[in-house]
């Protein structure tokens, strides 16, 4: 079974702090990777997405992901980060049968 | 495109009553997931359909939970008796279903039994 791990659950960053987010996932075949954020009281909206082409990932409001294939590992990146960022963030795999796997979160904090 | 649209946004309802859940997907999209979301669990994917075909219904908590979709446009997510632990937001998403595409999200249902 596909399974999705993100180790920081709770991060906590003063404005203009870089930041990285780490997930990691177990699937031997083909996977399509994202990262979602949810802000306070909304539902999940894309940030970014791998699925093929080159590992380093560019995504909306300055975010990046960089899939490493041998380490299982599509860690979430930002230079500096805002207050407006703090929101919860998921990781995702989707391999065989189409069918959407998300890790347990992680939720950050950005102190103005 | 006006996106995932699930209703209602908030439900309160009492313990041991039928609750109903709906769900309208972006049309063209194949593949419908009914997920639900709480503190203590995070993310958990209840049932996932295909064409209109339920596929993996594992992540269905018991028998009190089912979920239809008759057609391409509709699904429902229905809770009888509900519990105070079903309290929760629910969220349902559709995708293509070709590779690489994404879920999306629609508002969320929260529901609460009190």
Known sequence: AQSVSQHNHHVILSEAASLELGCNYSYGGTVNLFWYVQ???????LLLKYFSGDPLVKGIKGFEAEFIKSKFSFNLRKPSVQWS???EYFCA???????FYFGSG??????? | DAGVIQSPRHEVT?????VTLRCKPISGHNSLFWYRQTMMRGLELLIYFNNNVPIDDSGMPEDRFSAKMP???????KIQPSEPRDSAVYFCASSTGTGGSE???????RLTVV
């Open chain 1, 39 to 45: 802000y306070p009281g909304q539902h999940l909206q």
């Open chain 1, 85 to 87: 960022d703090t929101a």
């Open chain 1, 93 to 99: 795999v989707n391999g065989g049968f189409n069918k």
């Open chain 1, 106 to 112: 992680t939720k950050l904090n950005v102190k103005p």
């Open chain 2, 14 to 18: 009492e313990m041991g009553q039928e």
């Open chain 2, 71 to 77: 057609n391409a446009s509709f699904s429902t997510l």
């Open chain 2, 103 to 109: 879920a999306f999200f629609g508002q969320g249902t």
